[in-house]
Nanobody, 121 residues
Framework: QVQLVESGGGLVQPGGSLRLSCAASGSIFSIVVMGWYRQAPGKQRELVATITSGGTRNYADSVKGRFTISRDNAKNTVYLQMNSLQFEDTAVYYC???????????????WGQGTQVTVSS
């Protein structure tokens, strides 16, 4: 089994910054992709940003230029630096990892428990 533990959410004023972290542990052979999704009340979960093991990044248009995703492969950890936060960024942010495991062939996706980010004045 694989566990994803997120941290770093909280309450911030518009224009402020937050940094999210997500550490993966368990029966991991390799992590193919790590990323962040978010879900606002009454809306579907949406992609925020992803990063591959080779460092290729993908961002939602709504966060380009404001958010930066990075990862530490040695620590199986992904980060999301969020700057210039806006009211519309309020959501539960979920960490995602697609991994290969030691126990079975193939790729498997896992989700974290979510961390709340609230942008409010």
């Amino acid at each position: 089994q694989v566990q994803l533990v997120e941290s770093g959410g909280g309450l911030v004023q518009p224009g402020g910054s937050l940094r999210l972290s997500c550490a993966a542990s368990g029966s991991i052979f390799s992590i193919v992709v790590m990323g962040w999704y978010r879900q606002a009340p009454g809306k579907q979960r949406e992609l925020v940003a992803t990063i591959t093991s080779g460092g290729t990044r993908n961002y939602a248009d709504s966060v380009k230029g404001r958010f930066t995703i990075s990862r530490d492969n040695a620590k199986n950890t992904v980060y999301l630096q969020m700057n210039s936060l806006q009211f519309e960024d309020t959501a539960v942010y979920y960490c995602y990892a697609e991994v290969t495991t030691k126990a079975a062939s193939g790729r498997y996706g896992f989700w974290g428990q979510g961390t709340q980010v609230t942008v409010s004045s």
